[in-house]
């Protein structure tokens, strides 16, 4: 009778238990649906009536399909997986632009508004795929933002599988932050030279690693109607962890279990502490492991404990009964056992400390050497035993390229700290660097190396070293340590000239007859390269951003990354395209050769920058204004000139020298090369409008105050090299990666 009374009493209990068990491994809350379909729901998702911790948090479980889907809240976004690692993966399709023989065919653009969840920065990447293709996603975070990536391709030879680099593919992240974005596609020549093999241009967010490109996907029209997995980040509520905290009713993270601040966006996370596994949001939902039974780790008799778990031996054992440790042994008892314990005590800790300085000792020597002999492997390699022969034969004709230690620039970097940075590019960072001697110089730091293109690169690094022109920024020497070679130039204090000029706090300072004068300096470097170096240089990125100013604002053109030197038996080189949206050579752009003219063509845009002040490329401006060298011959044709003239410039005195400037920039852009004057030809035109002036200008004609606001270096370290929108890599190569901010830099 006891026993059964008893039984009566235990059994609700052990029946409560069960239940526990039940909806702790499903994570749902008590009482609410776990699953839809394939989908496992656990709390603080769920499926209405207080099973869901908020609004944001409600799924809707679709049984219409079968098996049953899953959306978030009342929307159209399907539900693929809900992880308590705070994210969730959902799945949307892509936007399209489609064209035939006859022009548009069909477009879609693809937008997302999410109430509460932003889309993970870490996780996704924005991809685009085709041959005339440039795609951007654009939305809001508080303030609007814009990114996106170019991809180009003359025929699918060129297309490499699963390679997003820029060619028929293209991918780039996102902000971070983001909640709602759309997916815009725009085409420059309407898909015209590659519909045969590429009608439509594909735009859209994915996980990342769960698309792989093909080149058969830029003939697949299916992709209007393939979706994508994307990963979303949830946190709980808007409040920082010690903000939750002090309001413990609503406070979401249970027993045995921590708090961690969101990183993408407002909010907090909840984890169960280590030792402990579950539901960190439920009642009771971190439960204990016991290691004893999972791990096994003990040799003698093991002991769980609330989050962890110690090894012992039993009466007559001795050891720490660990199985990696002394583990459990009989004790015995010997004469030897009455050596006073302090002895052997200070004779074991003594040899442990010798052997752990004698092992620190080893390894750090041993980690020297490998150090010391990845920089000879890197510096042989690069080419270094080949340019140092070079050099040498060379001593005799004066100064020549240094090659620098990898420990000079960590040292003259500061390690290559953030606060040294003063630009980043497609081609990688540059930093500024004080030598031990005292000089500043511009350190650039590569992001890709090519082995195949050694030669080139010494070759280039010897070239560029004899040429000593003032409007050329100075190439100092290389460090060929490193796996990727580190070019070292002189350090161009007062920014670039695309900052000077479209940056408003500056524009109002150029006046035309300072615009002048840095075109004719540029003109003549241009010149001086095609025609005086040998062999002859053509730069192939020539654009304000790689026009620099130094402290007394003489122009330097700088940054040969994408420079080839012409052979001297050839007028005209073959190349993958390689150049800057808005500056690019059409003519090139079609035919892949790449001629002196191409530099000309790039130099004429800058010319027609400088005249009008507006920049290159820019989709603020209506559709058939984006393209400025387009919009600026149409304006010509119809003789409206002074409409597009920039008003800051504009004068009586200056209108017959900016029409000259004017005819000289349309002839520079004409589509034929063969029609387009030389550098040479334009560097004489104008110098000679510079010298019709009744007043030569210089910094000391300016009036004071001018002068005084042009000299102040408000650019500092903060000063970037590159500040448009490229997508040049490094020899022959396309950049996978363009911001299309609204001010241009990036």
């Given at each position: 009778m006891d026993?059964?009374?008893?039984?009566?009493?235990?059994?609700?209990?052990?029946?409560?238990?069960?239940?526990?068990?039940?909806?702790?491994?499903?994570?749902?809350?008590?009482?609410?649906?776990?699953?839809?379909?394939?989908?496992?729901?656990?709390?603080?998702?769920?499926?209405?009536?207080?099973?869901?911790?908020?609004?944001?948090?409600?799924?809707?479980?679709?049984?219409?399909?079968?098996?049953?889907?899953?959306?978030?809240?009342?929307?159209?976004?399907?539900?693929?997986?809900?992880?308590?690692?705070?994210?969730?993966?959902?799945?949307?399709?892509?936007?399209?632009?489609?064209?035939?023989?006859?022009?548009?065919?069909?477009?879609?653009?693809?937008?997302?508004?999410?109430?509460?969840?932003?889309?993970?920065?870490?996780?996704?990447?924005?991809?685009?795929?085709?041959?005339?293709?440039?795609?951007?996603?654009?939305?809001?975070?508080?303030?609007?933002?814009?990114?996106?990536?170019?991809?180009?391709?003359?025929?699918?030879?060129?297309?490499?599988n699963g390679s997003c680099s820029g060619i028929g593919c293209c991918q780039t992240v996102i902000p971070k932050g983001v909640r709602n974005y759309g997916v815009s596609l725009k085409s420059s020549y309407s898909h015209s030279y590659v519909l045969d093999f590429n009608p439509c241009s594909y735009g859209f967010v994915v996980e990342d690693g769960a698309y792989n490109f093909s080149v058969s996907h830029l003939a697949d029209n299916s992709f209007s109607n393939k979706t994508f997995p994307i990963i979303l980040d949830w946190t709980i509520g808007n409040q920082t962890c010690k903000e939750a905290k002090m309001h413990p009713l609503?406070?979401?993270?249970?027993?045995?279990?921590?708090?961690?601040?969101?990183?993408?966006?407002?909010?907090?996370?909840?984890?169960?502490?280590?030792?402990?596994?579950?539901?960190?949001?439920?009642?009771?939902?971190?439960?204990?492991?016991?290691?004893?039974?999972?791990?096994?780790?003990?040799?003698?008799?093991?002991?769980?404990?609330?989050?962890?778990?110690?090894?012992?031996?039993?009466?007559?054992?001795?050891?720490?009964?660990?199985?990696?440790?002394?583990?459990?042994?009989?004790?015995?008892?010997?004469?030897?056992?009455?050596?006073?314990?302090?002895?052997?005590?200070?004779?074991?800790?003594?040899?442990?400390?010798?052997?752990?300085?004698?092992?620190?000792?080893?390894?750090?020597?041993?980690?020297?050497?490998?150090?010391?002999?990845?920089?000879?492997?890197?510096?042989?390699?690069?080419?270094?035993?080949?340019?140092?022969e070079q050099l040498s034969k060379r001593e005799e004709c004066g100064e020549t390229a240094k090659i620098f230690t990898a420990e000079e620039l960590k040292n003259a970097?500061?390690?290559?700290?953030?606060?040294?940075?003063?630009?980043?590019?497609?081609?990688?960072?540059?930093?500024?660097?004080?030598?031990?001697?005292?000089?500043?110089?511009?350190?650039?730091?590569?992001?890709?190396?090519?082995?195949?293109?050694?030669?080139?690169?010494?070759?280039?690094?010897?070239?560029?070293?004899?040429?000593?022109?003032?409007?050329?920024?100075?190439?100092?020497?290389?460090?060929?340590?490193?796996?990727?070679?580190?070019?070292?130039?002189?350090?161009?204090?007062?920014?670039?000239?695309?900052?000077?000029?479209?940056?408003?706090?500056?524009?109002?300072?150029?006046?035309?007859?300072?615009?002048?004068?840095?075109?004719?300096?540029?003109?003549?470097?241009?010149?001086?390269l095609h025609s005086a170096a040998s062999p002859p240089i053509i730069h192939r990125d020539v654009k304000l951003t790689n026009i620099l100013l130094d402290e007394n604002y003489i122009a330097k053109v700088s940054d040969f990354g994408a420079s080839r030197l012409v052979p001297s038996n050839k007028a005209q080189i073959t190349t993958l395209v390689q150049g800057t949206l808005g500056y690019l050579d059409p003519e090139y752009f079609h035919t892949s050769q790449l001629t002196e003219k191409s530099d000309v063509y790039s130099f004429g845009v800058v010319l027609i920058e400088l005249l009008t002040g507006l920049e290159a490329i820019s989709f603020e401006r209506p559709q058939h204004e984006r393209n400025l060298s387009l919009y600026f011959v149409s304006v010509m044709k119809e003789e409206r000139l002074l409409d597009i003239i920039d008003k800051r410039v504009l004068n009586d005195k200056s209108i017959e020298q900016l029409k000259e400037a004017a005819n000289l920039a349309r002839r520079c852009v004409r589509l034929k090369g063969e029609e387009r004057p030389t550098m040479k030809e334009v560097a004489s035109e104008l110098e000679g409008l510079r010298t019709t002036q009744k007043h030569p200008w210089g910094i000391h004609d300016l009036p004071d105050e001018e002068t005084e606001y042009l000299l102040h270096d408000s650019y500092g370290c903060g000063t970037s090299y590159d500040g448009s929108t490229s997508f040049s890599v490094g020899p022959d190569s396309m950049k996978n990666q363009v911001p299309f901010d609204i001010d241009g830099a990036r």
């Open positions: 026993l059964r009374c008893l039984f009566k009493q235990i059994a609700p209990f052990a029946v409560k238990l069960t239940i526990l068990a039940t909806w702790v491994a499903g994570h749902a809350k008590p009482g609410c649906q776990s699953k839809c379909g394939n989908l496992s729901i656990p709390y603080p998702f769920g499926t209405g009536n207080g099973c869901n911790i908020s609004s944001n948090f409600f799924i809707t479980c679709n049984t219409t399909f079968n098996p049953p889907k899953a959306f978030l809240t009342t929307g159209n976004l399907e539900v693929l997986y809900i992880s308590l690692d705070g994210y969730l993966r959902i799945q949307t399709g892509a936007a399209y632009d489609c064209y035939n023989s006859s022009g548009h065919s069909s477009y879609h653009s693809r937008r997302i508004r999410l109430a509460k969840f932003p889309i993970s920065h870490t996780k996704n990447k924005f991809t685009a795929i085709g041959c005339d293709t440039y795609a951007y996603v654009q939305g809001s975070l508080g303030h609007n933002y814009s990114t996106g990536c170019l991809t180009f391709c003359y025929n699918t030879t060129d297309v490499i609503n406070y979401a993270c249970k027993e045995n279990s921590a708090c961690t601040d969101a990183e993408n966006g407002p909010g907090y996370l909840c984890k169960c502490l280590d030792g402990f596994q579950g539901n960190p949001y439920l009642l009771y939902g971190c439960r204990d492991i016991n290691e004893c039974d999972k791990l096994k780790p003990c040799s003698g008799t093991c002991h769980n404990t609330p989050g962890s778990y110690y090894c012992s031996c039993q009466e007559g054992f001795e050891g720490d009964g660990w199985k990696n440790g002394t583990g459990c042994r009989p004790k015995v008892v010997t004469q030897s056992q009455s050596f006073p314990v302090l002895v052997v005590a200070l004779g074991i800790g003594v040899s442990l400390l010798s052997s752990l300085l004698f092992s620190s000792w080893v390894y750090l020597g041993l980690k020297q050497r490998k150090l010391t002999k990845l920089k000879q492997q890197n510096f042989q390699q690069n080419g270094g035993i080949l340019l140092r970097t500061n390690n290559y700290h953030d606060s040294r940075i003063v630009g980043r590019g497609g081609q990688g960072t540059v930093y500024k660097g004080i030598l031990s001697d005292g000089r500043s110089v511009a350190i650039k730091k590569s992001i890709i190396g090519d082995q195949s293109q050694v030669q080139q690169f010494i070759n280039e690094v010897i070239v560029l070293s004899q040429i000593n022109h003032r409007n050329v920024v100075k190439l100092l020497g290389c460090c060929l340590e490193t796996q990727v070679p580190l070019l070292v130039y002189e350090y161009v204090r007062n920014g670039t000239l695309f900052h000077h000029l479209h940056n408003a706090a500056h524009a109002s300072v150029i006046s035309w007859e300072a615009r002048l004068k840095i075109a004719t300096e540029a003109a003549e470097a241009l010149s001086y």
